[in-house]
């Protein structure tokens, strides 16, 4: 079967987990309310796409290419960014919950993450110079040998970076934010 190409379509409220998306790319489109869970995305191709109120929860991404997509209310938990095409790969993430994601050795340079549930998520080697963690719950998310140079991290809430495993030059905190940098060293922070 021929891979199809699809600009400018709109699908709304589509169970993909019982009806297939066809494979192929889609370019300009946007998915609303649509669930994509645990459906094999790999070898797809998305470009300047949208994604709002969807479920992409254990979606598999091998191969996949995410090209200036922006998803706004998804529900991600578990997905795979580590598998996807690494050329071109950005996107947008808004009021998503992205818990138990791994962006290992993913190249993602000034990414918004705005009011993003980021639990457990591995950034490990993960290049996030001048990335934006917009009022984020990064709970026990994983930042080693990471690329954080220019990284906002003012509005942050519950993450635990240290500095001398990760490159953080020029990255933003607020004083709030002190004791998630110096848990490692196990000394007391008061007012």
């Known amino acids: 079967m021929e891979d199809v190409y699809t600009v400018d379509a709109v699908y ?3 169970d993909f987990s ?17 669930n994509f869970s645990d459906c094999h995305l790999s070898g797809f191709k998305f470009i300047d796409c949208h994604f709002e109120g969807c479920n992409l929860s254990m979606a598999k991404s091998g191969g996949t ?28 993430f808004i009021n998503c919950q ?19 549930t ?5 950034f490990t080697l993960c290049d996030l110079k001048s990335a934006i963690f917009d009022t984020c719950d990064l709970h026990r ?24 495993k990760n490159r953080i030059k020029k990255a933003r905190f607020s004083i709030e934010g002190l004791p998630g940098l110096l848990q490692q060293y196990d000394i007391e922070i008061t007012p």
């Open 118 to 122: 980021l639990l457990e998520v591995d």
């Open 12 to 14: 709304n409220n589509i």
């Open 98 to 116: 992205l818990s138990h994601s791994s962006f290992y050795g993913v190249k993602i340079p000034k990414t918004l993450f705005k009011n993003c």
């Open 141 to 164: 998310a994983v930042f080693e040998n990471s690329m954080l140079e220019k990284t906002d991290f003012r509005t942050a809430l519950n993450y635990s970076i240290d500095p001398s």
């Open 65 to 92: 290419i995410f090209n200036n997509i922006v998803f706004t209310d998804c529900k991600m938990l578990g997905l795979r960014f580590d598998h996807c095409q690494s050329f071109g790969l950005s996107f947008s």
């Open 18 to 34: 019982k009806m297939a998306l066809p494979k192929g790319e889609y370019e300009t489109c946007q998915f609303n309310l649509c």
